[in-house]
């Protein structure tokens, strides 16, 4: 069977090797394909050199051959609109390559259009994958007018309805779509965001010291993780925050952690490769998020058997379950996050590590992962057969 991943629009295999992320997003697809589900792979991504990054990434034995890249020819490269442009005329562009496919993926809704038009020209099953409801995430954060995200749910709502099949990594958005745009529930597959737990596992050796003293956050430096709360939080318990990430609050933060003579340091962003061992030289690991959608590093934290503080909202409180496997603050006001903090470096057990990894270990793994989606895609793909044999037949 053969698969093509629309990339999300504006994003490029470039983008995926800065930000740390291609590491992690190729595992999936190199699994498939080592497990013979895939024969072939197509990524059609947004860099106008993304296939001179791919031949890199071959020569370097970091990216199997048998995932070919499809760039967004160069006439594209133009700024905002060109991505818009793209992913219409994507599936015309690549028509040759996308007939030969079997079923197609999108990595995210932005985009998937592209996704769309092709299952409709070329009759090829859709699968729809979202790490997160967009529409869900703004009507929480209230970020966007009431006329831009009643646009953003009704593309949605097209889309799902539209696609043989669709992917949320969590129950929570499971249930949010299924309410909110009347998707059956057999339409809908929840697969978790998942890690190589072989490479995020706790440190191991007597000559390895683990920092008791701080507290680590990774992740975006925005305001949806809520860090200005979490820096109060840490200062009223008395423990550092070290701060792995960058984005639009790292001078704010910066600025309070000054002014006010916090402990809080900002370590910038580390890749992908980095991180197992950065975060393994911990103990605690917080994610005092206002919204989630299945968060990765908070799993990548529990892998490596850190205690985990969460805030009790969607996609934490999925994982966490308060005083098993991590600690859970009542709220996301800095007393509540606070008040967590200090139950979980008071009562830390080797039991509670061992918890949080055993929580990964039984879902969350890059094998458990897989399964579910070739179980998916094998589905599909079959129906699609059999409705294009039914069709013949009638003929």
Not at 95 to 110: A, G, P, Y
Not at 145 to 169: G, H, P, T
Request: glycine residues 6%; hydrophobic residues 40%; contains cysteine.
């Amino acid at each position: 069977m053969k698969l093509a991943l629309f990339f999300t629009r504006g994003v490029s295999l470039k983008n995926w090797l800065e930000s740390g992320l291609f590491d992690r997003e190729k595992l999936i697809y190199e699994k498939h394909l080592a497990d013979g589900t895939l024969t072939q792979v197509f990524w059609f991504t947004y860099g106008s050199h993304d296939a001179d990054v791919a031949e890199k990434l071959y020569s370097e034995n970091r990216l199997d051959r048998r995932i070919v890249v499809w760039p967004m020819p160069r006439i594209f490269s133009l700024p905002k609109l060109g991505s818009w442009v793209y992913s219409l005329l994507a599936p015309w562009i690549y028509r040759n390559k996308i007939s030969e496919v079997d079923v197609l993926k999108t990595n995210q809704l932005d985009g998937c259009w592209a996704a769309v038009i092709s299952k409709w020209l070329f009759s090829k099953p859709l699968v729809l994958r979202c790490g997160y409801v967009q529409s869900k995430l703004e009507t929480t954060l209230k970020r966007v007018s009431n006329s831009r995200l009643i646009l953003m749910m009704r593309a949605e709502k097209w889309a799902y309805q539209i696609a043989d099949a669709a992917i949320v990594a969590s129950y929570h958005n499971e249930r949010y779509v299924r309410e909110t745009y009347g998707i059956s529930s057999s339409h809908l597959c929840v697969i978790p965001n998942y890690l190589d737990v072989d490479r995020f596992t706790p440190l191991q050796g007597t000559d390895i010291s683990v920092d008791n003293r701080r507290l680590l956050f990774v992740g975006r430096l925005s305001h949806e993780k809520n860090l200005i709360n979490l820096a109060w939080a840490a200062h009223r318990a008395g423990i550092g925050l070290d701060l792995v990430g960058n984005g639009p609050q790292f001078e704010e933060l910066k600025s309070l952690a000054v002014s006010s003579g916090m402990d809080v340091r900002l370590l910038g962003s580390v890749s992908n490769n980095e991180l197992p061992s950065v975060i393994a030289r911990y103990r605690y690991f917080a994610l005092p998020s206002l919204f989630e959608g299945m968060p990765k590093t908070l799993l990548e934290a529990m892998a490596c058997g850190l205690v985990c503080i969460g805030t009790d909202v969607d996609g934490i409180n999925e994982i966490v379950v308060d005083g098993i496997n991590g600690y859970l603050a009542k709220s996301t006001d800095a007393d509540s996050i606070c008040e967590a903090i200090i139950r979980a470096t008071s009562n830390h057990s080797e039991e509670m590590s061992r918890a949080a990894r055993e929580t990964v270990l039984g879902r969350y793994t890059l094998s458990a992962c897989a399964e579910l989606e070739r179980d998916l895609l094998l589905s599909i793909w079959h129906q699609n057969s059999d409705q294009v044999q039914a069709g013949n037949t009638k003929l």
